[in-house]
């Protein structure tokens, strides 16, 4: 059974950087995708960047791209999210979760961004930025 833990959050001034780290138990090596999402109070959950099993390919959203990367190591059981440029709306908790099962998209193997398909989530850690 996959059990992640999220750590990194905290306060932050906009234009700052955080790195968000989450560990994982379990069997995530050979989890399909892992990806990490932010909900922000009264807003539905939002998939923001995905990395495949190899941590070779990655995606953003378009609200992060450019400021967000996202890395994977698996001999560590380890996602990252490394954060630049903050800006306030980034405001949120953030969480990291896992879908073990392939996902295709057009016949291509891909990672998706809707949080349905990924299965297990950590508990969250709370980013908050302030301008």
């Known amino acids: 059974q996959v059990r992640l833990v999220e750590s990194g959050g905290g306060s932050v001034q906009s234009g700052g950087s955080l790195r968000l780290s989450c560990a994982a138990s379990?069997?995530?090596?050979?989890?399909?995708?892992m990806g990490w999402f932010r909900q922000a109070p009264g807003k539905e959950r939002e998939g923001l960047a995905f990395?495949?099993?190899?941590?070779?390919?990655?995606s953003y959203t378009d609200s992060v791209k450019g400021r967000f990367t996202i890395s994977r190591v698996n001999a560590k059981s380890t996602l990252y999210l490394q954060m630049n440029s903050l800006k306030p709306e980034d405001t949120a908790m953030y969480y990291c979760?896992?879908?073990?099962?392939?996902?295709?998209?057009?016949?291509?193997?891909?990672?998706?961004?809707?949080?349905?398909?990924?299965?297990?989530w950590g508990q969250g850690t709370q980013v908050t930025v302030s301008s």
């Open positions: 990395v495949d099993r190899d941590g070779v390919t990655s």
């Open positions: 379990g069997n995530t090596v050979s989890a399909h995708c």
């Open positions: 979760a896992t879908r073990l099962a392939p996902y295709y998209l057009g016949g291509v193997s891909a990672c998706p961004s809707m949080t349905s398909l990924y299965t297990t």
